[in-house]
């Protein structure tokens, strides 16, 4: 329904601007993004892409796919050791997540950037170097971190905007909610930390998203900021388990 709203438009203007041979991979990025406002999901043609249009700036933790659902949420990279072994466990499993990137982790990696696209999920903007004291600082210093991180996963992703915004450690403040709003990126909080950065063993990482659950559909992990296999083992056990439990995988709401 929704999810593929938008893509004959989308295909017409790509066709005229950059010709036939772009179309099916950037239809594909399309679909992959489906439902993103502003439409903004051309390569990197000459002109700048139109800003998005404006979401909620309040910070959001449902998922699409309602109740009974989880969002997997995947934070910090992309890394060139980890996100692909994550990018294999979420195919294997038929889950879509959420990939909140670092600004200069997607420049460095723009090959990974397309790949997490093209596997359709979605991305997310987790500012250019993840200060998570950005709250104390300038609203100047805040709006660098997070437009200037936009411009580099857009960039790396080969157009394909980022659809959500979440501050580094949690450290949004209204001014930096309302700025990623206006630029089409919802503010995007967690309800269940997995505490896989702190690496306590797979099992622990295991046994906290288990016991947590109930606290709400969107689960935090990470795929770099060091050794992360950790979270690759707990993502094996993970995905299976909450399939078998019956729970959908969305993405936040927008
Ligand atoms: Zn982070």
Redesign the pocket.
Known sequence: MARHGGRGWYGRVVAAAVGVTAVAAAASVWTAQAGQSGGSAAPEAARPAPKAAPVSAAIAHASDRGEHAVNITI??GPDPVWTPQVLKLLKDNGVKATF?M?GTQAQAHPDLVRQVVAAGHRLCD?TVS?D?AMDTKPESYQARQIVDAERQITKASGGVRPMYY?A??GAFTPYSRKLAASHGMRPLGWNVDSKD?ERPGSDAIIATVKGELTNGPTILF?DA?GDRSQTVVALRTLLPWLKQQGYAFGFPVR
């Open positions: 934070d910090d909140c670092v987790h993840h998570t979440r580094p450690g950065f990470h900021g």
